[in-house]
């Protein structure tokens, strides 16, 4: 079975607004989830690298004028700097800010599970993601289904296959064509919209 891609805004929105809800259903364990999806969708990074962020891999770019995270790629060995919005880090500090007052201290680490003192896992990723995409009707959605909508929301933006090579840490395009199944069939079908 194939992971679906999420449709990327209606999880950008749904999880931006369960972000902020303010509910008891709704603690610090829903909102490190909503998190979640927001920094997987716009960073596009794998599971196991997202979940290793810390608050000190994200800085300010003053040329840029946006958000900037580096993280070490576990999979490729390979340093990567990517671009977050500022309203993204904003939610990320508000995050912290939250941490700090129900758990009484931060940790360095954006992913941390406050009761058990470990950072949350794949596992624990994985099945929210499922609960989720049930929730929103998306069907046959993984871990990847979150980066893989990354990566086809920066393809559409861009139009770039090369950006959204780096986007996702490929070292080679043909990588990135396989993993976005960019067929003739949808080539064909963008080229038509163009022309």
Known sequence: MKTQPINYNKLYTEARKLFFENNSAYKLDRKTENLGYLIA???GLRVSDLLTLKYDDIQFNSELGKYLF?????????????????????????????????AGFNSKFIFYNYKTNKLYTRQWLHKRIKLTAEKLGF???GVHSIRKASAINVL???GSLSMAQYHLTHKRATTTDKYLSVTKTSALERLAKIY
């Open 41 to 43: 969708l716009e960073s």
């Open 70 to 102: 580096r993280t070490s790629i576990k999979k490729t060995k390979n340093d990567h700097t990517g671009v977050i919005s500022n309203e993204l880090f904003n939610y990320i500090m508000s995050f912290m800010e939250d941490a700090k007052k129900e």
């Open 139 to 141: 069907k046959d959605c």
């Open 156 to 158: 559409d933006k861009t």
